[in-house]
């Protein structure tokens, strides 16, 4: 069983920056895929942006020039540096793998106002 665990999150003002970390408890780390998710109220979790293990990303088109996801397979760590932040990116943000596994962290909540 994967475990995740986020920290990061908070509330900012549009425009700001935040970086998520994801604490990811694994033996195969470096070989999955990894990636963030997000689910604002109302909404269901979506992709914004995944990593393989040697480093190829793919980002929504919502976050693409904004965002930026990286990993350090050494410490088992997964990274979600967001900037220019707009009000519509307010949402819980959960890591996992890409495909999601069964089990999902507690998450991170990321909040900015206009």
């Known amino acids: 069983q994967v475990q995740f665990v986020e920290s990061g999150g908070g509330s900012v003002q549009s425009g700001g920056s935040l970086r998520l970390s994801c604490a990811v408890s694994?033996?195969?780390?470096?070989?999955?895929?990894m990636a963030w998710y997000r689910q604002a109220p109302g909404n269901q979790r979506d992709l914004v942006a995944s990593?393989?293990?040697?480093?190829?990303?793919i980002y929504a088109d919502s976050v693409k020039g904004r965002f930026t996801i990286s990993r350090d397979n050494a410490k088992k760590m997964v990274y979600l540096q967001m900037t220019s932040l707009k009000p519509e990116d307010t949402a819980v943000y959960y890591c996992?793998?890409?495909?999601?596994?069964?089990?999902w962290g507690q998450g991170t909540q990321v909040t900015v106002s206009s």
């Open positions: 990593i393989t293990g040697d480093g190829s990303t």
């Open positions: 996992n793998l890409r495909p999601e596994g069964r089990y």
């Open positions: 694994t033996g195969l780390f470096s070989l999955y895929t």
